[in-house]
């Protein structure tokens, strides 16, 4: 049984904010990144999060090279 933890700020948010200040990442940076503020996120729960952004339109996520995957924000379209 795992023990989910409520977070005052949400993890997609997170993503994004660290994206606009930063542009784009490898998903191990990014993951870095986000265990620095959050001790116990997981790389599975950072894919789920990503997925969701990418469906949302918010972000792209492409491979690089091997093993390894960009990830940046996506251009507003007004």
């Known amino acids: 049984m795992s023990i989910r933890t409520w977070r005052a700020e949400p993890l997609d948010l997170k993503v994004v904010e ?3 200040s930063k542009g ?3 998903d191990d940076e ?10 116990n996120v997981g ?3 950072l894919n789920r ?3 969701k952004l990418e469906i949302e339109g918010r972000i792209r996520v492409s491979s690089s090279v091997r093993g390894k995957r960009r990830v940046e924000l996506r251009e507003k379209k007004e």
Do not use: K
């Open 30 to 39: 990014l993951f870095d990144l986000l265990r620095e503020v959050y001790e």
């Open 24 to 26: 784009a990442l490898t």
């Open 43 to 45: 790389f599975g729960e």
């Open 18 to 20: 660290f994206l606009q």
């Open 49 to 51: 999060v990503l997925l």
